[in-house]
């Protein structure tokens, strides 16, 4: 699978997420009752999100990550791709006394 199809997918899922949040604000502002927490189904995702965590092939370190924003402008807009602004750190990665 290209670096391209894996950018897709991920700009989809997050497309999605979006849209999901952006549905039930509009239901929660309406007055709407929030839809029952399927308990099950959430411990499901995160042991999918851990189970790929674990085999140390993270999805995004397959994707070719600009780290300077002024070619990764020049980038998307040479390929006509939007741009993608991730920041991930690792829970080990700072000084010890570091908050988070």
Do not use: H
Request: aromatic letters at 6%; hydrophobic letters at 45%; one cysteine or more.
């Amino acid at each position: 699978m290209s670096i391209r199809s894996f950018v897709l997918r991920d700009i989809v899922r997050i497309m999605a997420v979006l849209a999901l949040l952006v549905s039930l604000s509009c239901n929660l502002a309406s007055g709407n009752e929030r839809p029952d927490w399927d308990q099950k189904e959430a411990i499901a995702k995160v042991k999918e999100v851990i189970a790929i965590e674990e085999t140390g092939k993270l999805p995004w370190d397959e994707i070719a990550w600009e780290s300077n924003i002024d070619s990764a402008i020049s980038r998307a807009q040479a390929e006509d791709m939007p741009l993608l602004v991730y920041l991930y750190l690792q829970k080990d990665s700072g000084p010890p006394e570091a908050p988070c």
